[in-house]
């Protein structure tokens, strides 16, 4: 396993549209968390799921943005009708939660959106 | 609500020197975690020290080491003989407090090292 992977690297999109990003963890790792990166800021949390649980969904910046992880393997981040204040790097992250520990995320190498 | 400041939004050290980032942070719980995170141009974050608040030994991983100062809510890195490829954004983080195990990041250091 070569780690986190993020598809695709570069979105190009215009105002209005619907955009999707995915995200493959690493493969025995069951949690899966969601960052948002503006520039010259450090990531934000966004949302995090158990398995295929979304445990919080609180953080998500608005109804337009929405996740999800069938199956507890990758998941799938979805803004609808994207403004210029979209414009970001989207960080996906996941580690393997054990009761009683705190273990490292591991980062992808994001999604860059840019929203003409 | 927790927080994390980095004070320093640019250092600069020479090669072969040490540099040390500072961070503070806020946080309402008894047990946590800080770290930090590397974010090298246009690659991913990685990993380069954690520390968990229950522990009083500072933490060190070979050239990085921590300066943990857990009643002043202080957690600065030291990079000792600086490498070129240490050039990179510094990102200090807390875990957001409750089971969900988030991370909450500062606007990150960037740091230049001179030949």
């Known amino acids: 396993d070569t780690g986190v992977s993020q598809d695709p690297r570069h979105k190009i999109t215009k105002r209005g549209q619907n955009v999707t990003f995915r995200c493959d963890p690493i493969?025995?790792?069951?949690?899966l968390y969601w960052y948002r990166q503006t520039l010259g800021q450090g990531p934000e949390f966004l949302t995090y799921?158990?398995?295929?649980?979304?445990?919080?969904k609180s953080r998500l910046l608005s109804d337009r943005f929405s996740a999800e992880r069938p199956k507890g393997s990758f998941s799938t981040l979805e803004i609808q009708r994207t403004e210029q204040g979209d414009s970001a790097m989207y960080l996906c992250?996941?580690?393997?939660?054990?009761?009683?520990?705190?273990?490292?995320?591991?980062f992808g190498p994001g999604t860059r959106l840019t929203v003409l | 609500a927790q927080t994390v400041t980095q004070s320093q939004p640019e250092m600069s050290v020479q090669e072969a020197e040490t540099v040390t980032l500072s961070c503070t942070y806020d946080t309402s719980e008894s047990d946590y975690y800080l770290f930090w995170y590397k974010q090298p141009p246009s690659r991913q974050m990685i990993l380069v020290i954690r520390q968990e608040a229950y522990k009083q030994q500072n933490a060190t991983e070979n050239r990085f080491s921590v300066n943990f100062q857990k009643a002043a809510k202080s957690f600065s890195l030291k990079i000792s003989d600086s490498q070129l490829g240490d050039a990179a954004m510094y990102f200090c983080?807390?875990?957001?407090?409750?089971?969900?195990?988030?991370?909450?990041f500062g606007k990150g250091t960037k740091l230049s090292v001179k030949p």
């Open positions: 799921f158990q398995n295929e649980a979304q445990l919080e």
């Open positions: 493969s025995e790792h069951n949690r």
């Open positions: 983080a807390s875990t957001g407090g409750g089971s969900q195990g988030n991370l909450i």
């Open positions: 992250a996941s580690s393997l939660e054990a009761s009683g520990t705190y273990n490292e995320q591991f």
